[in-house]
Structures are given as C-alpha cells and as structure tokens.
C-alpha cells in the first residue's frame, strides 16, 4: 500500500512559519502531481496547494497566496510546503497526496488525488 509521510507541523504563534514535508519510498515523486490538503475539525478537507510533476506549474488558494510556497526535491523525493506569516485560521490537519496524473491545473480536489498520508497537525495560537 502505497503512503505518503508528511512532517513538519507544530505549534507556532501567529505570524510563524513552518515547513512541511511529504514523501513516500513507494513511488517516485516527480512523475507525479501533488497537492497539500488540510482539514480542520468540522470542516470539508480543502485544496490549498498543488505542483506538477516537473515542478513548473503551481496553485495557491486565494487564502495563502503569497505566504505558502510548494516545492519539490526530486533528489529526496520530497514535497514541501513553507508557510509563513500563519494565521490563526490555518490551524488544520495537513496532508499531502499524489495524483494520479502529472499536472496541476487549478485547486486540486480529494477526490482527484490517489495516495494520501496520516497528516500532520499544524495549530496556529493567536
């Protein structure tokens, strides 16, 4: 069974930064798009990042454009996302997953995306 292993959350203050990590040792990440999803208690899991697989297309939610960055390391066969200046309101569990295609054309979508990890928490205090 394929499983993607994220990392890198924590607790931080408003207008910290983290960075989360994602990789998997069964598949190779770079023929793959993938997205970073996050789910916060009683809410929908929401798209909030996506990267092609060569890394050239990338998407933001209207929500973090401008304070999270998606990368990709194809030596370490990881994925990341940096997220500065937090808010509150970003506090989620997040997850990454890969699709089953190579690009990323817009908000990516659960239901578009095959392999999925356990997440990891991210709490944002104000």
């Known amino acids: 069974q394929v499983q993607m292993v994220e990392s890198g959350g924590g607790l931080v203050q408003a207008g910290g930064s983290l960075r989360l990590s994602c990789t998997t040792s069964?598949?190779?990440?770079?023929?793959?798009?993938m997205g970073w999803f996050r789910q916060a208690p009683g809410k929908e899991r929401e798209g909030v990042s996506c990267i092609s697989h060569s890394g050239r297309d990338k998407y933001y939610v209207d929500s973090v454009k401008g304070r999270f960055t998606i990368s990709q390391d194809n030596a370490k066969n990881t994925v990341y996302l940096q997220m500065n200046s937090l808010k509150p309101e970003d506090s989620a569990l997040y997850y990454c997953?890969?699709?089953?295609?190579?690009?990323?054309?817009?908000?990516?979508?659960?239901?578009?995306?095959?392999?999925w990890g356990q997440g990891t928490q991210v709490t944002v205090s104000s």
């Open positions: 997953a890969a699709t089953g295609t190579t690009y990323c054309s817009g908000r990516p979508r659960v239901y578009e995306y095959n392999y």
């Open positions: 069964a598949l190779d990440l770079s023929d793959f798009a």
